[in-house]
């Protein structure tokens, strides 16, 4: 089947713009998370959604970062007023549930942001 | 807090030789453990995971781990490289009732010929 997919694939912006970056989970998963890959930070988490719990957002780095999920399936993260130091890959990931289990995650191909 | 270190941020093996990648955690509960392979510009693919019982994880591509827990470890092995296996592999861990990855560093593995 499908797996985890994102949008856009890459994103130049300019600073001080915002920017919307998506995700569509593979079918059924309930689980959907956000991760941050840069070079001098490695892999980072940012946020997770666990069907209608409220969103674990303890790794979002700023107050200019923000999530929703809608519908329980597709998630987009904002990054308002974007910094050149949001410069990084952006990482979506889907499990069947997010706990009580060895639940592995699925991860998309990443949107590579570039800030200018 | 959970941590994970990858010993080693680029190994460089000949073709043919052993593949040993290394991670250790940092946890008071021996947590889920986890092996990814990231392709240049693209996402991580699993490669093995552990979680209870044989301490002997075997994954794809000829890639096996073995959890020790007195050493806190869950070392990467393939026998033989190949050329294809040239990537990097990221350690992960996760713990029994938590819900993000934390990941090591990553280990850029290079294959010569």
């Known amino acids: 089947g499908a797996g985890v997919s994102q949008s856009p694939s890459n994103k130049v912006t300019e600073k001080g713009k915002d920017v919307e970056l998506r995700c569509d989970p593979i079918?059924?998963?309930?689980?959907l998370y956000w991760y941050r890959q840069s070079l001098g930070q490695g892999l980072e988490f940012l946020i997770y959604?666990?069907?209608?719990?409220?969103?674990?957002k303890s790794g979002l780095p700023s107050d200019r970062f923000s999530a929703e999920r809608t519908g329980g399936s597709v998630s987009t993260l904002t990054i308002q007023r974007t910094q050149q130091e949001d410069s990084a890959v952006y990482l979506c990931?889907?499990?069947?549930?997010?706990?009580?289990?060895?639940?592995?995650?699925?991860f998309g191909p990443g949107t590579r942001l570039t800030v200018t | 807090a959970q941590s994970v270190t990858q010993l080693g941020s680029h190994v460089s093996v000949s073709e043919g030789a052993l593949v040993l990648l290394r991670c250790n955690y940092s946890?008071?509960?021996?947590?889920?453990l986890f092996w990814y392979v990231q392709y240049p510009n693209q996402g991580l693919q699993l490669l093995l995971k552990?979680?209870?019982?044989?301490?002997l994880v075997k994954g794809i591509n000829g890639f096996e781990a073995e959890f020790k827990k007195s050493e806190t470890s869950f070392h990467l092995t393939k026998p033989s490289a190949h050329m294809s296996d040239a990537a990097e592999y990221f350690c992960?861990?996760?713990?029994?009732?938590?819900?993000?990855?934390?990941f090591g560093t990553g280990t850029r593995l290079q294959v010569t010929l």
């Open positions: 946890s008071s509960v021996p947590p889920y």
């Open positions: 992960a861990a996760r713990g029994g009732t938590a819900s993000k990855l934390t």
């Open positions: 959604f666990q069907g209608n719990s409220a969103p674990d």
């Open positions: 990931a889907s499990s069947l549930q997010s706990s009580g289990g060895p639940y592995e995650q699925y």
């Open positions: 079918s059924g998963h309930t689980a």
């Open positions: 552990y979680t209870t019982g044989a301490t």
